[in-house]
Each structure stands twice: as structure tokens, then as C-alpha cells.
């Protein structure tokens, strides 16, 4: 159960467009499209941003989008703002049945 | 609105056992897949374990099989973590978590508890 690899920062400035990559393996994120992403703020619980590769929870904002290619999943974060300073972080199903997550990366908002 | 609270929390010497329980609340908890998630301090997030909605299923990380069971009790709305020869890298918060949709394995998680802290030192 290795862990994706991520960045472990990116940073923009405010109205600015990063984008975070995922790079996985034949057991995870090659294989499999149940990829998310999920941000976490200092001292809080991750909440969870897209699933399903591409989809976004009701409530969570348009500025994020992502995609998959191959082995490597990416999250756009469009029109930075303040508050997306956070850590990010990918998540794939494996051929085991478990799950596995990516490092995380710090996103800062110069 | 959901609500997940995990306890049983503690400072434990290595070789030690622990029980962590997350109580839940606001859903209709027989139907949903629980997994628990940690953090060690400073570092990112590791899965932990997870138990389908029926139970008929558990998978757990390598690092923490053969010493970690999950278990869930619906007339209680809980589920739990037994954690039996605790390391010193055993040391994280651990969040309880909910699935996103019933019935089904749907390996995303769109409730979390707030943590329970686990410190395992001698």
C-alpha cells in the first residue's frame, strides 16, 4: 500500500489558477477511477472536495475541478481565494479493497 | 445533521491495547460504511480500516493488520477501533468516518468526527 505521490507545495496568488497532481500505480489510481481529494485547515477534519474523479459534493465550490489521465489525478483550484490555503490531499481505491492516500500538499495563497 | 464523535482516546506504553469508539449520529447508521483515518502529528493522512454498511466485509493497511480490528454494534450506532500491540508509530489522531452513499462500497468519506488522539510512549 504505497502512498501517491503529491507535491508538497504549490503555491498562486489571489485570482490565480494551481493545479495539484496524484501520480499513483497499477494498484490504485491506474486501475481504478474512485479517485477524491479532500482539504484540510489547521486543526480541523479533512472534508472532502470531489469523488468519483470528477464530481464535486453539493456545496463545495466551482473553482474546484479535477481530472485523471493515465495514473496521475489532478486538482484545479481555479481563482484562488484566501481561505483555499490548506493542505489537499488524494485519495485512491486499490486492488486490495482498502484505500490509500497521497502525502499531501500544502497550498499557499502568496 | 451527521454527527460523528469518536472517544477513548489516551496516553498507552508500546505493547499496550486501546479501544476507540465513534458514536454517530443524524443518519441511518446500519446503512453506511464506517472507515477510520489517522494522522500522525505534523504528517499527512493514513486509511486505517474500514467495515461495509452490513459488516460482511472488513479491510484494514497493512501497517495496522493482524493488530487492529473494526467493528461496528447498529443497536448502538457505533462503530470501533480495537487496537491490540501498539508502536510508537501508532501515535496519531484518529478520526472515525462516514461513507458517502448507502448500501453500497463507496470509498469516499463525506463525514468525519473531530479525533481522537492516541499517544503511544513509554
Known amino acids: 500500500q504505497s502512498a501517491l505521490t503529491q507535491p508538497a507545495s504549490v503555491s498562486g496568488s489571489p485570482g490565480q489558477s494551481i493545479t495539484i497532481s496524484c501520480t499513483g500505480s497499477?494498484?490504485?489510481?491506474?486501475?481504478?477511477?474512485?479517485v477524491s481529494w479532500y482539504q484540510q485547515h489547521p486543526g480541523k477534519a479533512p472534508e472532502l472536495l470531489i469523488y468519483d474523479v470528477t464530481k464535486r459534493p453539493s456545496g463545495i465550490s466551482g473553482r474546484f475541478s479535477a481530472s485523471k489521465s493515465g495514473c496521475t489525478a489532478s486538482l484545479t483550484v481555479s481563482g484562488l481565494q484566501a481561505e483555499d490555503e490548506a493542505l489537499y490531499y488524494c485519495s485512491s481505491y486499490t486492488i486490495s479493497s482498502t484505500l490509500t492516500f497521497g502525502g499531501g500538499t500544502k497550498l499557499t495563497v502568496l | 445533521q451527521v454527527q460523528l464523535v469518536e472517544s477513548g482516546g489516551g496516553v498507552v506504553q508500546p505493547g499496550e491495547s486501546l479501544r476507540l469508539s465513534c458514536a454517530a449520529s443524524g443518519f441511518i447508521f446500519s446503512g453506511y460504511g464506517m472507515h477510520w483515518v489517522r494522522q500522525a502529528p505534523g504528517k499527512g493522512l493514513e486509511w486505517v480500516a474500514v467495515?461495509?454498511?452490513?459488516?460482511?466485509?472488513?479491510y484494514y493497511a497493512d501497517s495496522v493488520k493482524g493488530r487492529f480490528t473494526i467493528s461496528r454494534d447498529d443497536s448502538q450506532n457505533t462503530v470501533y477501533l480495537e487496537m491490540s500491540s501498539l508502536r510508537v508509530e501508532d501515535t496519531a489522531v484518529y478520526y472515525c468516518?462516514?461513507?458517502?452513499?448507502?448500501?453500497?462500497?463507496?470509498?469516499?468519506?463525506?463525514?468525519w468526527g473531530q479525533g481522537a488522539m492516541v499517544t503511544v510512549s513509554s
Open positions: 468516518a462516514r461513507e458517502r452513499q448507502p448500501y453500497r462500497d463507496y470509498p469516499y468519506m463525506d463525514s
Open positions: 497499477r494498484s490504485d489510481i491506474c486501475s481504478y477511477d474512485f
Open positions: 467495515i461495509w454498511y452490513d459488516a460482511s466485509n472488513t
